[in-house]
């Protein structure tokens, strides 16, 4: 903290006057939907991964393209809700 050269603290603006600095909002959770497009992700690329270490590398640089697509709906979805 700061100090004057009296020795007193040096209050930010707004705790001088009084005024009292809101509380952060509390994080909130994620809606099932949420949880089905992260998981649907997910296990797309867990496949993409598999696909391409088993040697099917085109599969799984297919598969692997889904991954954003999937987020993008779900990020999609997720914004009509709140209309």
Excluded: C, N
Aim: proline share 7%; charged share 20%; hydrophobic share 45%.
């Amino acid at each position: 903290m700061a100090r004057t050269s009296d020795g007193d603290l040096l209050l930010p603006p707004a705790l001088e006057h009084g005024h009292r600095v809101p509380d952060k909002e509390p994080p909130t959770m994620l809606k099932r939907s949420a949880y089905t497009f992260l998981f649907a992700a997910l296990l797309s690329l867990v496949l993409s991964i598999y696909l391409w270490f088993s040697g099917q590398r085109e599969e799984g640089q297919f598969v692997g393209l889904w991954v954003p697509s999937i987020l993008a709906l779900g990020v999609l979805f997720g914004q009509g809700k709140g209309r």
